[in-house]
């Protein structure tokens, strides 16, 4: 028997541990190639559950399918990508292929087919709740300020200066939503009037007369008043005589009973401005005249505009002529014709100073007539067509004025002819002036001679 020394022990050792270090190995390489397998076999199967999955819920059968064996098999496409947007089954899976909630889901649906809804009860309670029936809509108009009040009511007045209608002017301001400025419009207006000519003035007075009790009430014109005394060392600058026509407006308003009485009292002995007292002074001077204001002023602003009656106008006309054939002064006459402020009436002008010629039993009025006439052309005042229209009358009314006046033929045609010469009348003007037909002989013995006329 062989004894084995340490050293072959050691071998033997050594050879017995790699032989099972090289079992061990070939163990863990068969283990790894199992493991390997089955994990590639289930991300296959996982992957084709997902395709599965996916073209059961987007194509419900009619996309790609994973059949029982693994093979793929493709369905007939969709039309249009919108196709499967649009598409309304079920997308589970699970359904039968018919649409969500029987066709009556998705947008812009009202409803299955023939459905009938009944008719809803309306809650008065509820606090949505708005009563469409019974609504009113209304314009609203947004109260004026300063700036648009001033802009949209001066071309209203302006207006109202060239076709004085106070009944549009009121309906024109009731569009206007005037709200706190409603004292502000008889300031504006008085303001605009000092400024024009007397016809405006009386104009402006009535147009406040018409418009209190309507759109105006009477604390609104006192409040525009006392806003004017206040602005008069302003008005002053620009219309020096404003003091004496405010005071004629507080006067004419007091006689129109859109004052008080009482107004001028409120101010004694309490107003500093010289201006202001000025006015109220001239304000109750002229209420004093007229017996405290019982009766209306409606001469404060004296006799013009094209508003007063013809027969005051021709007597008018009458007595600036006759004052004119005392004084000869030509002009005071020119100033008095142009304060009448009735430019389309100067043909009666022309006229009656025809007349006085005609009548006239001297020389002397026959010469200032012919330089007043001469002096209205030259300065402008009497317009080509105003002085026809005076000669056209006379024309036709002579036949008639002969009756009264024997030698009107002859007086006409030397007045005429003198006319043309100074240039007043035109050469057309001249030739239609009338002549007397009527020829006048002598006795039978004359021998056929035509006798001068002479009358």
């Known amino acids: ?3 084995e020394t340490p050293s072959d022990i050691n071998a033997n050792v050594v050879e017995s541990d790699s032989e099972l270090s090289g079992v061990e190995q070939n163990r863990t390489e068969e283990n790894g190639d199992l493991a390997e397998s089955s994990i590639s076999e289930a991300r296959l199967n996982a992957k084709a559950q997902r395709r599965l999955r996916k073209n059961s819920s987007r194509d419900s059968g009619r996309g790609d399918s994973v059949g029982d064996n693994g093979d793929s098999t493709r369905a007939v496409l969709p039309t249009s990508p919108k196709s499967k947007l649009m ?12 649409p969500k909630k029987g066709g009556a889901g998705g947008k812009g649906v009202w409803g299955t087919p023939g459905q009938i809804y009944d008719e809803e009860i309306v809650d008065i ?21 300063e700036k648009s009040f001033e802009k949209s009511v001066t071309p209203i007045v302006q207006e109202y200066f060239e076709h004085g209608d106070t009944n549009e002017v009121a309906e024109m301001l009731r569009d206007l939503n005037l709200g706190e400025m409603k004292c502000g419009l008889p300031v504006l207006a008085v303001s605009l009037a000092l400024e024009g000519k007397a016809s405006h003035r009386e104009m402006t007075s009535k147009l406040l007369s018409h418009l209190c009790g309507t759109l105006l009430s009477t604390e609104d014109v006192e409040r525009s008043f006392d806003k004017l005394l206040q602005e008069l060392p302003e008005l002053v600058l620009d219309t020096p005589q404003a003091p004496q026509l405010v005071g004629q407006f507080i006067a004419r308003a007091v006689g129109d009973e859109i004052l008080s009485s009482t107004y001028l009292e409120g101010y004694r002995g309490t107003v500093d401005c010289i201006h202001s007292r000025a006015a109220l002074n001239r304000a109750a001077l002229l209420l004093r005249i007229t017996k405290g204001g019982r009766r209306r002023i409606d001469s404060v ?32 006459a020119e100033r008095c014709l142009q304060e009448l402020e009735v430019p389309h009436f100067h043909h009666e002008l022309v006229y009656e100073v025809i007349m006085m010629v005609l009548e006239a039993t001297s020389n002397n009025t026959y010469t200032m007539m012919l330089c007043l006439l001469e002096a209205l052309w030259k300065s402008g005042v009497i317009t080509l067509d105003q002085m026809k229209r005076g000669y056209d009358r006379i024309y036709q009314e002579i036949p008639d004025i ?11 045609e030397r007045f005429v002819e003198d006319c043309f010469k100074v240039g007043i009348i035109s050469r057309q003007i001249r030739d239609l002036c009338p002549c007397r037909g009527r020829k006048r002989f002598v006795s039978e013995g004359d021998g056929g001679r035509l006798k001068r006329e002479s009358y």
């Open 402 to 412: 002969n009756l009264d006046v024997p030698k009107a033929y002859s007086v006409l």
């Open 301 to 332: 602003w004296g006799t013009g505009g094209g508003q007063q009656p013809v027969k005051k106008l021709v007597k008018e006309i009458d007595m600036l002529l006759k004052e004119y054939a005392l004084s000869g002064d030509v002009v005071e």
């Open 87 to 98: 598409d309304r089954k079920s997308r589970t899976g699970k359904g039968r292929g018919l």
């Open 125 to 145: 309670k509820d606090p949505n709740y708005d009563d469409q029936d019974n609504c009113m809509y209304e314009k609203t108009v947004l109260p004026l300020d």
């Open 1 to 3: 028997m062989e004894i």
